[in-house]
């Protein structure tokens, strides 16, 4: 079983429409929980931390469940340039290392 | 914010080759860099762990003799390829902790290699 499960997807989408996407991981010692946007051919960029009370940043609302070991992540009114590849990214137990998921791909249709 | 560059940002060598990448710190002194790779539609992958002036922790699976890393000072790391096949073509990517802010990893804009 992978350590970060996602949908690979992908989700394709029209504009405004709003998206989600999930993840599930595997550690229950995991402590830090984060996503990433990886555009193609760059590199990833940390779009957001996620907590368990849940945060917002802009259109941008991610969700964490320690309980059930599930992250989440909705995109509202999806824009043109929210088309990326979406990375679920866990800080592992007491190590300081990323473990990535594989990514879930959005297409924001116009 | 902390900036990382690599260089360089792409290569294409012959196989049996050496290919070395730099990463750098540009504005901060990082005390651990990481070194990953991406196969295509694949996730990163942590290949190693570098702090500086000592050896590498190396994840399990990447062989030490052919990934050499060498992490001289608090903002330059190196990676060299030994002896690459076309097996090694990937996109690899460095990240860095600055020591005032372990929590946060800057990641370096990849090197795409590809082994002919």
């Known amino acids: ?30 402590q830090s929980f984060f996503w990433y946007r990886q555009d193609c051919r760059k590199e990833p960029k940390l779009l957001m931390s996620v907590y368990s ?49 594989t990514g879930t791909l959005l297409a924001v249709q116009p | 914010g902390a900036v990382v560059s690599q260089h360089p940002s792409w290569v294409i060598c012959k196989s049996g080759t050496s290919v070395k ?4 710190s540009l504005d901060f002194q990082a005390t651990t860099m990481f070194w990953y790779r991406q196969f295509p539609k694949q996730s990163l992958m942590l290949m190693a762990t570098s702090n500086e002036g000592s050896k590498a922790t190396y994840e399990q699976g990447v062989e030490k003799d052919k990934f050499l890393i060498n992490h001289a000072s608090l903002t330059l ?34 090197t795409r290699l590809l082994v002919l």
């Not at chain 1, 997807?9 to 991981?25: D, H, I, L, Q, S």
Request: aromatic share 10%.
């Open chain 1, 53 to 101: 009370s849940g945060n917002e940043d802009g259109r941008f609302t991610a969700q964490l469940n320690r309980a059930s070991q599930y992250i989440s992540l909705l995109i509202r009114d999806s824009k043109l340039s929210d088309s990326a590849t979406y990375l679920c990214v866990v800080r592992g137990g007491a190590t300081n290392k990323l473990i990535f998921g």
């Open chain 2, 77 to 110: 790391s190196t990676l060299t390829v030994t002896s690459a096949h076309p097996e090694d073509s990937s996109f690899y990517i460095c990240s860095a902790n600055e020591a005032l802010s372990p929590e946060t990893q800057y990641f370096g804009p990849g």
């Open chain 2, 21 to 24: 990448i730099e990463c750098r």
């Open chain 1, 1 to 30: 079983r992978k350590e970060v499960e996602q949908d690979p997807g992908p989700f394709n989408v029209p504009e405004g429409a709003t998206v989600a996407f999930n993840c599930t991981y595997s550690n229950s010692a995991s």
